[in-house]
């Protein structure tokens, strides 16, 4: 069985704070693909990055950046000079090719940036 | 524009009474699937379908079905909802499960009293 787990349910910083997102996951799988999603306050969920088991480049996109890491089978998101757009829900996910390809979702991680 | 179009966008009802949320892409996907979204438990899958006519149990099938008649339609079917189906619902669909990104629709905000 596969697992996500996000251990911080809620995380509340002050504008231009610099933070981390946290995610564990499980999987007996070699190959799989890891995922975040956000979820703004308007509802819709929206892809922000893939990441595959072989490929353990950590990532950078604008004030985003992503850790990839086996060796703790985790896959923290950063969020640099946080701004109070990016006060949303974030959801890390996992998907093993022996499982199905079936997707995993953590429990979600609640950002709040206060100005 | 490429999208998933769920409706309704809110729904409130009684237990008992049979409804069905209807869920649409224009994208060709093959890969059809529903979850529900509950506080501290992320998002669940429901049922999945990986091409017409073809369904399958997701993690938390129980009170549900679904049908895939079209490629682009995959209804969600509440036969006789009970107030433990009260969720945000989201219908996704993608091109290759798994590896592909979902799109997900805008989300069906169900309320069962």
């Known amino acids: 069985a596969q697992k996500v787990t996000q251990a911080q349910t809620e995380i509340s910083v002050v504008e231009k704070e610099d933070v981390t997102l946290d995610c564990v996951y499980e999987?007996?799988?070699?190959?799989?693909?890891l995922f975040w999603y956000k979820q703004p306050p308007s509802g819709e969920l929206v892809f922000l990055i893939r990441?595959?088991?072989?490929?353990?480049q950590n990532e950078i996109s604008g004030r985003y950046s992503w850790n990839f890491q086996k060796s703790t089978s985790s896959f923290n998101f950063t969020i640099t000079a946080s701004q109070v757009v990016d006060s949303a829900v974030y959801f890390c996910?996992?998907?093993?090719?022996?499982?199905?390809?079936?997707?995993?979702f953590g429990g979600g991680t609640r950002l709040m940036v206060k100005p | 524009e490429a999208q998933v179009t769920q409706n309704p966008r809110y729904l409130i009802t009684v237990t008992g009474k049979k409804l069905t949320v209807t869920c649409s892409q224009n994208?060709?996907?093959?890969?059809m699937s529903w979850y529900r979204q509950d506080p501290g438990l992320g998002l669940r899958q429901i049922y999945y379908?990986?091409?017409?006519?073809?369904?399958d149990k997701g993690d938390v099938p129980e009170g549900y079905k679904v049908s895939r008649k079209e490629k682009r339609n995959f209804p969600l079917i509440l036969e006789s909802p009970s107030p433990n189906q009260t969720s945000l619902y989201f219908c996704?669909?993608?091109?290759?499960?798994?590896?592909?990104?979902?799109?997900f629709g805008n989300g069906t905000r169900l309320t069962v009293t």
């Open positions: 996910a996992l998907s093993a090719y022996n499982a199905g390809n079936m997707l995993t």
């Open positions: 996704a669909s993608t091109v290759s499960p798994g590896y592909s990104p979902l799109h």
């Open positions: 994208m060709n996907h093959e890969y």
């Open positions: 999987t007996r799988d070699t190959t799989y693909y």
């Open positions: 990441r595959n088991s072989f490929d353990e």
């Open positions: 379908s990986m091409n017409v006519e073809v369904t």
